[in-house]
């Protein structure tokens, strides 16, 4: 059965998305503080799909992300937060999560977050841990590589790191801000035209036709997308 840890320290709500999880067809593995959360995962292995509530009596929901992240880069992560300002995109970025819910949330909306992102990490956290892979492509988040059908894409580390943001967020409209922070960094202090610049360069490696993009493609007057 497929695995999900609820960490969140408030027993009403840990109790509702336990409830829901299992309706959902999810084995639900339940932690009460950030500490044991991660004792839980390290019991738990197989695992897929982790929310953390980011308020908790111990550390932060941010420190336990970047904990799990320091071991684990395949396991999906949802950030659940009691405000939209809470959640600072940036930060769940930085510390790696996958995606954010913000309280309430109804049943329906904790599953179908739960459901694409277990669909996007997989059920293997396995041995094929540190690979992604998406239509012709593979990123070894290991030895940070992309392959594109079994052939070596040659990309600066800037490159690799807007590569890995995409994989990671297949389908899913990134702002030029959004890269420019999790790429950069978020004391960064340049110009947004250098995400520009970089996904020119990244299309040039990595389209079939430069000049019709289907892999980035621009979201106009926003950022860019990935698909593959
Ligand atoms: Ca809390």
Redesign the pocket.
């Known amino acids: 059965m497929k695995k999900v840890l609820i960490l969140?320290?408030?027993v009403s709500i840990r109790s509702f998305v336990v409830i829901n999880l299992k309706r959902a067809g999810y084995e639900a593995i339940e932690a009460g503080t950030g500490m044991e959360a991660l004792e839980q995962l390290k019991n738990n292995p197989d695992v897929g799909v982790a929310i953390l509530?980011i308020?908790?009596p111990d550390i932060d929901g941010f420190e336990v992300c970047r904990n799990i992240r320091a071991t684990d880069k395949q396991i999906g992560i949802i950030m659940l937060t009691a405000r939209a300002q809470e959640m600072d995109k940036v930060t769940g970025l930085m510390t790696g999560a996958d995606d954010y819910i913000t309280k309430p949330f109804s049943p329906a909306e904790l599953t179908a977050r739960i459901d694409a992102l277990y669909r996007r990490v997989g059920n293997d956290t396995g041995k094929d841990a540190e690979e992604i892979q998406q239509g012709p492509f593979v990123l070894n988040t290991r030895n940070r590589t992309l392959d594109k059908a079994g052939r070596r894409v040659k990309l600066t580390q800037v490159e690799y790191a807007i590569m890995k943001l995409f994989m990671q967020n297949p389908g899913r409209a990134l702002s030029r801000e959004d890269i420019l922070a999790a790429v950069w960094g978020r004391d960064y202090d340049g110009e947004l035209k250098i995400v520009d610049v970089n996904i020119r360069r990244l299309r040039i490696k990595i389209e079939d036709d430069t000049a019709n993009p289907t892999y980035i493609t621009s979201v106009w007057g926003f950022g860019y997308k990935w698909g593959a």
Request: proline share 0%; charged share 65%.
């Open positions: 969140e320290d408030e509530d308020m908790l």
